[in-house]
């Protein structure tokens, strides 16, 4: 069966940098707390007016488009990952369609959360071993700042999110063993709650566990009053550290699972992209792994969390610092809020 490579990779970032200095202005935090748990030292938060999820979808795709050889106008299909649409629906797929003037082409938004471009990415891998699409346009982008709650109430979430975009187009290969080599999809519900946004959401409570800190139990559907919106209903809700303890089993499970589906092993990998949640988390499968400092990319630092965007834009990076070379084994690997988690080998 055909199989599908990396032809071209982009990403984009808004200028607006927020260190974590600006965010203790705000809320009751400091550097040193967020610098040890997280390893953030800052985040680009897109412009509140101009720039939305899509907008910077766009922009982001232009660059892999352009480095793919190709024009808008060959895509023939669109993949959109993101939790932070610029509408609750149509999704972000069909604006960056009319946006980029593309022809009547498929549009999917994905919504996966921080595993979204991984799970996006293995969609548009089918389409391509089939042969029914030769131009996939994979997007991962977030604009979190716009949901997000600068109050101390909500430092554990605000802290740690940023917004940004990256984007792939995904061809055909050109030769034997190269593209990608599998990817691995997986999902447990059971804690859907403790990683969620529960508004706008049509559960009418059905779902939610009584706990304190969780949304006002008599609230439901998709109408809002002031008072619920000024109480925090409509916040991002993170049990950190329980998400935390599932993240460092899942992530090294499946990156596990990639390379034994492939007869590889750990020492295999050349570069191994995790989905960057936390510094910590990624250090920890990084000494899971035995891989060395060089051959794990990590750029939290410098973007936070950017949930769909995180992969393709440390790919992006990646790539055009030079780490990613013809024939390299590259492992990318995430886990979010679901929970869903994911991993792709590739061989570039
Ligand atoms: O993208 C995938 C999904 N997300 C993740 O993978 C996130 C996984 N979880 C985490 O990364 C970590 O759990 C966090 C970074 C969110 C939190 O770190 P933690 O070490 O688990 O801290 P904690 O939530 O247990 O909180 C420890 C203390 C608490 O104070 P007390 O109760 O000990 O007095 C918090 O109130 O730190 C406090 N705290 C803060 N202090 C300063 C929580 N957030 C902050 C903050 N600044 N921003």
Redesign the pocket.
């Known amino acids: 069966m055909q199989s599908s490579r990396i032809a071209g990779i982009g990403h984009y970032v808004p200028k607006n940098v927020y260190t974590n200095a600006d965010l203790s202005r705000f809320m009751d935090?400091?550097d040193e707390?967020?610098q040890e748990?997280?390893g953030i030292r800052e985040r680009r938060f897109a412009d509140r007016l101009e720039e939305t999820t899509t907008t910077m979808g766009v922009e982001a795709a232009k660059i892999a488009i352009g480095r793919a050889g190709i024009t808008a106008q060959d895509v023939d299909f669109i993949i959109f990952a993101t939790l932070s649409p610029d509408y609750y629906f149509p999704g972000c797929g069909v604006l960056l369609q009319r946006e980029m003037k593309m022809k009547e082409v498929g549009a999917l938004d994905v919504r996966n959360q921080?595993s979204g471009f991984l799970y996006a990415l293995s969609i548009a891998d089918q389409f391509i071993k089939t042969g029914m699409y030769k131009n996939i346009l994979v997007v991962g982008s977030e604009k979190h700042s716009f949901a997000m709650d600068f109050e101390t109430r909500s430092?554990?979430v605000s802290?740690?999110f940023g917004d940004g975009a990256g984007a792939v187009v995904l061809q055909p290969a050109q030769k034997e063993g190269q593209g990608i080599l599998s990817t691995h999809l997986h999902s447990d519900g059971a804690d859907a709650e403790i990683?969620a946004m529960f508004y706008p959401g049509s559960h009418a409570n059905k779902w939610m566990p009584e706990k304190p800190g969780y949304p006002d139990q008599e609230l439901g559907g998709l109408f809002l009053t002031t008072e619920q919106l000024q109480s925090g209903s409509a916040l991002p809700y993170?049990d950190?550290?329980a998400?935390?303890k599932k993240?460092v089993v899942k992530f090294p499970e499946v990156i596990r699972e990639a390379l034994q589906a492939n007869q590889l092993s750990a020492q295999d990998i050349d570069l191994l992209v995790p989905?960057q949640?936390?510094l910590r988390?990624s250090q920890y499968v990084q000494q899971l792994l035995d891989l060395p400092d060089e051959k794990v990319f990590n750029n939290i630092q410098k973007y936070g969390?950017t949930?769909a965007a995180s992969v393709p834009i440390a790919l992006s990076e990646a790539w055009e610092a030079g780490k990613i070379k013809d024939g390299d084994l590259i492992c990318l690997a995430a886990?979010?809020?679901g929970f869903t988690w994911a991993s792709a080998l590739i061989r570039w």
């Open positions: 935090t400091n707390w967020i748990r997280t921080c430092r554990n802290v740690i990683l993170m950190g550290p998400v935390f993240a989905h949640a936390n988390i969390n949930t886990f979010g809020s």
